[in-house]
């Protein structure tokens, strides 16, 4: 009857335990960092991750955050860390709008949404019709560096071309959320 005792006590004790350990996963809450109250990622060291609302669980090395659904379906976002948070590329695809090169990224590209992309044969951007520069392309890691004329950073993007559509991966800088409670 000791032994049955002991033995449930300590069952017990490790079950408390482990209900303790367990509710206690620690969450890094992400947001843009135009928008530092509005989280778009949050990941849990238990493996869940929210982005942009839905739910998903995930893994990460050093260069891509791996999620994935509960119905299997799989998205990479490419990120690196900063000094003030992390940046996170996120996928859109742009249609070919009009006359363009036959590979490459010359010509002018729409999403869905109304955002344009434009690059000419000479170097030279256009983003959205509001912002312009120039621009270099690195054909070993299929990079685009945006120079803009505006007092804004460059930026690096990454891109795919298949037929009529330019897939990007376009940087966000984000921070750790501020809560305004």
């Not at 739910?55 to 891509?64: E, F, G, L, Q």
């Not at 044969?121 to 959205?128: K, P, Q, S, T």
């Not at 054909?139 to 560096?145: L, R, V």
Request: glycine share 8%; charged share 30%; hydrophobic share 35%.
């Amino acid at each position: 009857m000791k032994r049955v005792r002991a033995s449930l006590s300590c069952l017990t004790i490790i079950l408390a335990l482990t209900f303790l350990v367990g509710c206690g996963a620690k969450t890094e809450r992400w947001a843009y960092n135009h928008e530092p109250e509005k989280e778009i990622l949050a990941l849990s060291d238990n493996g869940k991750a929210v982005y942009k609302e839905e739910s998903y669980t995930y893994t990460k090395d050093d260069k891509y955050i791996h999620l994935k659904t509960s119905s299997g379906v799989e998205t990479d976002l490419r990120y690196f860390d900063t000094k003030d948070g992390m940046t996170v590329y996120e996928t859109s695809t742009y249609k070919l709008n009009g006359e363009g090169a036959e590979d490459g990224i010359v010509g002018s590209w729409k999403q869905d949404n109304g955002w344009i992309f434009e690059f000419t044969a000479d170097g030279v951007f256009n983003e959205d019709n509001f912002f312009s520069g120039h621009y270099s392309i690195n054909e070993a890691d299929n990079s685009i560096k945006l120079m803009y004329d505006e007092p804004i950073e460059d930026a690096i993007l990454y891109y795919e071309r298949i037929g009529d559509e330019l897939t990007i991966e376009y940087p966000w800088p984000m921070v750790l959320v501020q809560d305004t409670k």
